[in-house]
């Protein structure tokens, strides 16, 4: 059964970080492009991060310089290390990939208080 679950989410204040995880079972994760949606209140899903099986990775201009996006193969699983949150961070956070037949996890909610 292919699962991608992530963790990690709670309420932090502004400027404070989180580590988001997303932990892969059931499928081949190291040769999986994964990325790392958000969803904020009443708005529309967007890419926050990506990173390739390869390890390159790419950044929404919102979160470049305080998001960062890893992977560790051996433990099936991605990450997003988010630093120097803010109120407009708030969302919920998704990782997907599109290997395969395209998977999406249940989503983890960060809430940001200004």
């Known amino acids: 059964q292919v699962q991608f679950v992530e963790s990690g989410g709670g309420l932090v204040q502004s400027g404070g970080s989180l580590r988001l995880s997303c932990a892969a079972s059931g499928v081949i994760f190291r040769i999986f492009n994964m990325a790392w949606y958000r969803q904020p209140p009443g708005k529309q899903r967007e890419l926050v991060a990506g990173i390739t099986s390869g390890g390159s990775t790419n950044y929404a201009e919102s979160v470049k310089g305080r998001f960062t996006i890893s992977r560790d193969n051996a433990k099936n699983t991605m990450y997003l290390q988010m630093n120097s949150l803010k109120p407009e961070d708030t969302a919920v956070y998704y990782c997907?990939?599109?290997?395969?037949?395209?998977?999406w996890g249940q989503g983890t909610q960060v809430t940001v208080s200004s």
């Open positions: 997907h990939t599109n290997g395969g037949l395209g998977y």
